[in-house]
């Protein structure tokens, strides 16, 4: 039945409940320590004012440049062991070129020179040290004086 405000009973009963009746979102504010909705709101407001928000989106950034830098460091390690494999594999070449000069070299010294060529070869490089020691205590200086002017005679002669 309407009354004079031109609301019927039940209106006034519904509007009578929503004010007592408390919401899921009163029991939060409740629980969190306010008296009603409306103060847990304008603390929250109040909170969002004082955040700072600058620090959120650095920390957000931060956190994304970590990520990339834990990928990039990982992109290094998987270089880094990608040049050892090729620096082993390098190495390994590198060995067996020098193994290879090795029997080329010790191959082409007995054909050369029959068996045992090391032994002749140092023997030969022995007699040459001793060649040479023995021709530089020959007074050379008093020859070359002496032959010169017979030198230069038979050059005249020729012209």
Partial sequence: ??????????????????????????????AEGFASEQAYEDYLDAVAEDAPIEEVIVDVERAASREELERQIEDV??????????????????????????????????AQLGDYPWLKLSSAMAAAFLVGRALQRLPFGSLATAMAPLILAARQRDR
């Fill in 1 to 30: 039945m309407p009354g004079t405000d031109g609301r019927d009973d039940t209106d006034r009963r519904k509007d009578s409940l929503d004010e007592t009746t408390p919401t899921p979102a009163d029991e939060q504010a409740r």
């Fill in 77 to 110: 390690r998987q270089e880094i062991n990608n040049l050892r494999a090729r620096l082993h594999v390098i190495r390994h070449r590198a060995g067996n070129v020098v193994e290879e000069n090795l029997r080329w070299a010790n191959a082409s010294a007995h």
